[in-house]
């Protein structure tokens, strides 16, 4: 089966390279003619945290001019704000939301300097078992501060629902949309898998419904019920009617393979996925590197 008109550009999840260097990563993907990349902010993949950030921004924003891949901000590292625990505080957190606040508002502002449109995040889990009415008044006072920032950087926030965290389903996003008065810097951050993991309709379906909110979308396979991350062909995912329902609503940000817990073979997975994908029709550009 071979598609026609896809307009997105293909991606790949920097989680999915993490014993690379970021530079090597990019020209890695470079390479193979990834367009775009969902650059997760972490330890080994420009750490927030560490000195000299604006250069170090600049930096990566001249390689992805030079090589012509388009970036959306990921905001998922598991140990970046707690040695600890992973993904661990969230905007839920009794002791430390406002590290991940800050952490959230500095990727907007990464996000700003690298010319990505927006950042992708979540809600985190309700691990301190809150009553449901104050954790979601803490979610959504916490986004109405990020909506300000997002407002003054001109970066939109993509949410992505998560099995498992508090807003966990697309019908619990829109909830939470509805309840911020449906801003117009809040979008949908749709990772396809996780609707086979919550029951949801098939990603294609959601995909066309969701055609005017949709800002960046991660593909992989998974398997009915189970979130764990796998190469194409491995899980449920019906990839043909997926790519054919991006090309047919004409959808044209980032869509990225997200293979995190696959970086011991990131470089044949990119490889693999790329064959995959290409056969359907999605388009490669073989682009200039050093």
Avoid at 15 to 28: E, T, W
Wanted: aromatic residues 6%; hydrophobic residues 40%; charged residues 30%.
């Amino acid at each position: 089966m071979r598609l026609v008109a896809v307009r997105f550009r293909i991606g790949y999840c920097t989680s999915g390279l993490q014993g690379h260097r970021l530079d090597d990563a990019l020209r890695l993907l470079a390479d193979l003619g990834y367009r775009g990349i969902f650059l997760t902010l972490d330890v080994h993949h420009l750490d927030p945290m560490a000195p000299d950030l604006p250069a170090r921004v600049a930096h990566v924003r001249g390689l992805l001019e030079e090589f012509g891949i388009t970036p959306v901000v990921e905001t998922g590292a598991r140990f970046l704000l707690d040695r600890r625990r992973k993904h661990w505080p969230t905007l839920l957190s009794r002791d430390g939301a406002d590290r991940r606040e800050r952490f959230l508002v500095t990727a907007l502002e990464i996000a700003r300097d690298l010319g990505a449109t927006c950042i992708s995040t979540w809600s985190g889990a309700n691990a301190d078992a809150l009553p449901a009415d104050e954790a979601h008044r803490r979610l959504t006072e916490g986004f109405e501060r990020l909506l300000a920032h997002a407002e003054r950087t001109g970066v939109d926030i993509a949410f992505e629902p998560e099995p498992g965290m508090l807003v966990e389903t697309v019908a619990d996003f829109h909830r939470l949309r509805e309840d911020l008065g449906r801003p117009e810097r809040l979008k949908l951050s749709l990772d396809c898998g996780h609707l086979l993991v919550t029951g949801e309709d098939a990603p294609h379906v959601v995909v066309r419904r969701e055609r005017e909110l949709l800002a960046c979308v991660a593909i992989e396979d998974m398997r009915r019920g189970v979130h764990e991350h796998l190469p194409f062909g491995e899980g449920d995912l019906d990839l043909p009617a997926l790519i054919s329902a991006l090309s047919e609503i004409a959808y044209e940000g980032v869509v990225a393979v997200e293979l995190g817990r696959h970086s011991h073979e990131g470089p044949a997975q990119a490889k693999r996925s790329k064959a995959v994908l290409a056969a359907l029709g999605v388009p490669f550009g073989k682009l200039r590197t050093p």
